[in-house]
């Protein structure tokens, strides 16, 4: 691996580049998430011997300084040089740095060092850059963390709509209706409110199912990565929920007594969110742009109206309650910082 395909990798894997560092022999990369700001430092040492001890910690801080942001800023350095113990040697005290021997080509990683940084390990070892590690055990390094809440809602969705197949047809919406799907006339005669949220983990039909878990999946990933477990899932939960009140209120006004079940208001609530954090992080992350999340939720609810029996209410309000939802947590992050 050599200095040029380390910027490709990042730049290809939603890092930008900061043109406005002059030297040569420093190369400066950041990535926005919803509350910190990630800053890899990558330095030549092979051009510039200067940069250690004393030197290097100040340029650090140096290039800390360039970021004017509230968000907690992650500094990392990748350093480049063929006179390994030298250079180790005089970085002894410093933190989160990894060395690139330059002359036997292997990714050193000394012990007292990170073993990750928010997935890089994995970008150059995908990218089959990362041809030996030292002084770090495999077994102790920091994966790129798994969406585990998004998983456990797939499963817990999939569990369910066996469950209920095991009991009847899931395409029947008298069937549907007994066992918990969201019906005007249950909730306002009987009390049962619960069906506010267990209609969220019901689907009529495989295809049903299959079509809201890989959007789940797929967006729920993203999202849980930036905003971590817990606002995730009270995210999914509250939008969910939120979107069926919506349908409630939309039927309760109309003629029309629909059953109604899904985790399509609680996937809006994530797209909505998703949204908002793109925006934050004036609107890009990764590859994911303002303009085509947009084009995605338009594309979405249209597709949706061209569908007699899609819950459209559902949608649209899973959407307002994401966005709610999702400044809610952007202003609670802010005032943290500034609380620091």
Known sequence: MNILQLKSILVNNGYEYVEEIKPKEISVFYQGLMDKELVILVL??????????????????????????????QLFSVIFTSEVKRVHDNLC??????????QNKKTIIYENQPANFYGLYELLENDHNMENIYGAEKRDRKKYKKPIVT????????IFFTLLELLGCTEDSSFMAHYGALFVPYVLEGNQYFRFITSMFMHFGINHLFNNMIMLFCLGEILEKQIGKVSFLT??????????????????KGDELVVSAGASGAIFGILGSLLVVVVMNKGKLESITTLRLIFMI??????????????NAAHIGGL??????????????????KKK
């Open 44 to 73: 030549n040492l092979d051009m510039d011997t200067n940069l250690l001890g004393e030197n290097f910690t100040k340029l650090q801080k140096n290039i800390k300084s360039i970021f004017q942001t509230e968000k907690e800023i």
């Open 93 to 102: 005290d410093c933190e989160n740095y990894w060395i690139y021997d330059t």
């Open 151 to 158: 998983i456990g809602l797939i499963v817990l969705n999939i």
């Open 235 to 252: 995210v999914y939960l509250l939008s969910g929920i939120g979107a069926n009140i919506i349908s409630f209120w939309y039927y309760l």
């Open 298 to 311: 338009c594309l979405s609810l249209y597709l949706g109206y061209r569908d007699i029996n899609t819950n």
């Open 320 to 337: 307002l309650f994401g966005i709610i939802l999702g400044i809610i947590l952007s202003m609670i992050i802010v005032f943290k910082r």
